[in-house]
Structures are given as C-alpha cells and as structure tokens.
C-alpha cells in the first residue's frame, strides 16, 4: 500500500512550462509477455499478413490523429509523420519478414527487430539520437497491443495530470483532447517527442522522477510546476493558495501587453530581432520563460561563486548548468566565463590589486587560474549534451586571450572524448566585447569566434574612464555617449562581415530610446532583464529597420554627448 503523502515536494526535470493543478490518473507500466515458440512452416504467411495488417491498422490509426491536429501545430504534425516514416521503414520490415521466416510469431519478431534497432540507437552517444530509442519502444509495444486486440482507453476525467512510466507521442494527442492538465513521466528527455508536444500544446509536463508511479495513487491531489519542475503531491490550503498566487501573477503579466508574448519578434519592416535576458538564479531563468524570452543571452556563472560561498567544484557546476539548461530548453541558454577578479575571489593570486577593475579579471583571471578554467569549461560541456547551450569569455582585450582560451576549449574536448564523456562538439564559443581594445579589433576576434555580444556597462566605463557606482562620477558614466555607440557601430560591422551574430547585453539593451538606434547600427539580438522582455519587444514590432538604419548613421555625426542625448529622446 502507498503511503498517502501530504504537501509532500519532488523535484524533477521540467519539459513543459506553466502551472497545473489536478487529480492523478496513474498509468502502470505494463511487461510485455511474447510466446517465443517456433511456429510452423504453413503459418509463415499468415503471420507476415498479421504484421502488415497491424502496421496498416497503425498507419491509418496515425493517419486520423494528424488529421484531427491543428494545422498550426506544427511540431505535432511532424512528430506523428515521423512514427509514418518509422513504421514504413523498408529496413525494418524486412528484418522482421526475415525473423517470421526463422519460424517466430509476428509479435516474436517484432520484439526482437525493435528491440534491436533500439540497442543501436542507445549505444550512440548523442542525446537527441539516443531518445529515438523511445520512439521505437512506443510503436512496438502499439503493434503488440494491435496483434493482441487490445484497446487504449484514453477516457479521462477533465483537469486531470496523468503520471506515467512514459507516453508516446499519440498518448499526448489523445490525452490533450480529453482535457488532461498535466504530465508526470518517469522517462524521458526535455528533447523528446513527447516533450516537445506538450510544450506545443502548452501542457505543464515534469519528467524523470524515478519510479513515480510506485509514488503517487490514483485521485492524489496534485500540482505541476512546469517552471522549476516541482511536484506538489496532496498539497495543504497554503500551498494550494501560493501556487493560485503564482498562477494569477504569470496571467496577469501576460494581460498586461495583451497577446505579444506570443508574438513573432520582428520590426515593421520583417527584420527578426532576439530578446534575450541576463539571468543570475535559476529563479530569473524561469521567470525568462514565462516572459516568452526567446532564449538566454547571458548567464552570470560568478554568482554560483558568491552562491557557494567559495569556488564551485565540478560537480555542483555541472549540476547548476544542467537545471538552467533543462528550464531554457529549447531555446539557447549563454554561460559566459566567472567574470571576477581579487576583488571576489583572490585565493591563488600572486598579491593584492590595488585596482582589481583595471587588473586580472574577466579572461585574465582565467587564464591565470587554468584549473578553475578548465573545470568550469568541463562542466558546461558536460551541460551541454542537448545543444542549446553557448560559453562566451569576459574582458576580452587581445586575440592572443581567444586562441588561449580555445585552445584549452579543445584540450577539455580531447579529455571528454578519452572518458567517453558526451557533449555537444559543436557548441558555440563567442566572446563579450567590453573593452574599447576588443571594439577597436572586433574584425580579427570576430574571425575566431561563432558569436560576440556587447556588454555595454564595461564598455561604456572603460570608454568614459567612470565608474558607474561612483556617486562622484556618476554624472559622468554615460551609455548614450556618441564614443560609446562609435565602438557598438565598429563592433556591428565587423560581425556582419564575418557573418556571425551580435547582441547586446547590459542596461543599454533594454533602454526604450536606444534599442531603435542599436536595431540601426546592426545588433540582431538584444539581452536584458526578464522584467524588460515583454516591452522591448513592444518598441521592436513597431520600429522600421532601414529607417533606423538611416537615423544611425546620423547620429554618427554626432560628437557632443548632450546633443547626442537630445536628438536619441527628441
């Protein structure tokens, strides 16, 4: 008997966003039990006919689910065509004819040609790969229900949260259309079929608990966090009442500006324009989900450092990379390099810094300290297995920091790939330009990296030679200063002619009257707090590029900062 847990929280791995409340219905794990005795020879076409005929009952089952999916849904469509593509698969059929030919019943053969061809698809090392090994399991254990005559009942109680060992892609169709209000698998991956229905269909989804459905009962009271990938099984009235508060606080944002969350981030004139946000905690990454942000532009890795209270091992990196990369995914998720210096963490340097700003920080602090280097790029590797995520390096003054620091980049891949280790090998290395010596030589980095991203604040307190958190030069620290956006404009030119992107992080990125001017000089992606998200995007949609375009170039000519400031707000 299963003890009957009260407010009792589970941590999982969210897939689909949002907040569900709901009764479980448990779907138990069923064995498959195949009669492996041989048949005869005069049963041998027979059972071929068995097999072609469930494969026929299986298309044309597919067949009616595409057909009754929302053209819009895209994504959905896809999936469902590619179990088509699998069930028609010419090498697969004739593996199984040649087993029914060796004398096994059709259900025999069937479990052994999937069973085979998924043992393939687990020994590859690359996730996304790897979860097709589901997809395979799915149709196999439908034909054997289908030779069996067995029927899925997907009859379901409205606002209920199905737990489950593992769905299969027409489980979600079926289920979403009987009201279902959330998902609870043990099984599965935030690059899986599965997850990527129910993210199209906007039903909160939490997956890899182990064992869930040994857990939780039928009729458990439940609530699905699809933000954090909480599991709140038979909450008390506070819990209950924190999670409507929550849940009244996501609409009420997305009332705020109507539908534009939704909305395709483009300027009038079609040229589409990422916002991106800045993230600290695993708190500022969910809340860039329900922002509608399309991805992350900058992850603050130092904060882990200020979070730990010292120096971050592998493990607790890795970790911490995994859950941000698991609440972005599938959108892009940036870690740049621990941006500090012997101002935060002075343990290993030679002496104290009188000026720590002006001295070994950003990528001279890592290049000084290669073992923390080298584990913090090991672990975002390690992170970085479902491919949406990018490592960018901070205070970039010299091309001779980037060729160091890819070639220990290449150095941690030799490592892994001698452990076995998977990662993604293709994972994009870019740099932030913060120092007028990096705007003043951007076309020669640019031809080393896949991406550069502007941090206005540095760059403009290296410009200017002000510190900005000093109230007697605060007068003086001036982002909308004319030699500022000279070095953004130098910075733009040289991604556009080495065809790579460019964004913009820092407060500047997000200041209304500058983003038609920085959408002018080129930027394609812009990184800001989460709470900006939505009313960049507003100024975005209704900003006409090639007039932005021509409005830059006048401002160029502009050399005095007040009149500079004057014509950006008149």
């Not at 009235?237 to 395709?264: F, P, R, T, W």
């Not at 949406?388 to 920091?401: A, C, H, T, Y």
Request: hydrophobic fraction near 40%; proline fraction near 4%; include cysteine.
């Amino acid at each position: 008997m299963k003890t009957p847990y009260i407010n009792f929280e589970l941590k999982g791995i969210p897939s689909s966003s949002g907040i569900a409340f709901g009764k479980a219905v448990v779907l138990l794990p069923e064995n498959i039990v195949i009669d492996t005795s041989n048949i005869l020879v005069e049963d041998i076409e027979y059972e071929k006919n068995r097999f072609e005929q469930a494969c026929e009952s299986l298309s044309k089952e597919v067949e009616n689910l595409i057909a009754a999916v929302h053209t819009d849904s895209k994504n959905v469509i896809d999936i469902l065509e590619s179990n088509m593509l699998i069930l028609s698969d010419p090498v697969l059929k004739e593996g199984i004819y040649k087993r029914i030919e060796e004398l096994s019943t059709a259900e025999s053969a069937i479990v052994q040609e999937f069973d085979e061809q998924k043992a393939l698809f687990l020994s590859i090392k690359d996730e996304y790969l790897r979860l097709r090994a589901d997809e395979l399991e799915h149709i196999k254990k439908r034909l054997i229900y289908i030779l069996r005559h067995k029927l899925i009942d997907y009859r379901i109680n409205d606002n209920s949260i199905v737990v489950a060992q593992n769905l299969t892609p027409a489980d979600i169709v079926n289920f979403h259309n009987a009201g279902i209000t959330g998902i609870i698998t043990e099984s599965g991956g935030i690059v899986s079929h599965v997850s990527i229905m129910a993210r199209a269909y906007k039903i909160p989804s939490v997956i890899g608990f182990k064992n869930i459905t040994s857990v939780i009962s039928d009729g458990d009271v439940l609530i699905v966090d699809g933000f954090s990938g909480s599991l709140i099984v038979n909450p008390n009235q506070a819990s209950i009442d924190d999670y409507h508060k929550k849940q009244a606080k996501i609409a009420e944002y997305h009332k705020k500006l109507g539908k534009l969350k939704d909305v395709e981030c483009k300027t009038l004139d079609g040229f589409p324009i990422k916002i991106y946000t800045n993230i600290d905690l695993r708190e500022d990454a969910i809340a860039s989900e329900i922002a509608g942000a399309d991805g992350v532009g900058l992850v603050r890795s130092e904060s882990l450092i200020m979070k730990s209270g010292g120096m971050p091992n592998l493990e607790l990196q890795e970790q911490w990379y995994k859950d941000l990369v698991n609440i972005t995914f599938p959108k892009p998720l940036t870690i740049r390099g621990f941006d500090i210096g012997s101002d935060k963490f002075s343990e290993g340097l030679p002496h104290q810094e009188d000026n720590p700003a002006l001295g070994c920080r950003g990528i001279r602090f890592l290049l000084l300290r290669k073992d923390i280097f080298r584990t913090q790029i090991i672990a975002v590797l390690k992170a970085s297995v479902n491919k949406n995520v990018k490592f960018m390096l901070p205070m970039i003054s010299n091309l001779q920091e980037v060729l160091e620091a890819k070639a220990i980049i290449a150095e941690c891949k030799v490592e892994l790939d001698a452990q076995g280790i998977n990662y993604d090998k293709n994972m994009p290395f870019g740099i932030m330009v913060e120092t007028p010596a990096a705007a003043l030589t951007a076309d020669s980095l640019a031809k080393e990296v896949d991406f550069m991203s502007i941090g206005s604040n540095d760059l403009t307190s290296y410009t200017i030679g002000a510190d900005r958190a000093n109230d007697l030069v605060s007068d003086i620290f001036n982002p909308l200063h004319p030699a500022v956006f000279r070095l953004i404009k130098m910075t733009a030119e040289a991604a556009k002619n080495n065809n790579i992107p460019l964004s913009m992080c820092g407060e500047l990125a997000a200041y209304p009257e500058a983003i038609p001017l920085l959408i002018g000089f080129g930027i394609d992606e812009l990184s800001m707090s989460p709470a900006m998200v939505l009313e960049a995007k507003n100024i975005v949609i209704n900003t006409n590029k090639r007039e932005s375009e021509i409005f830059a170039d006048e401002m160029l000519s502009i050399s005095d900062s007040i009149e500079f400031v004057r014509r950006l707000k008149g």
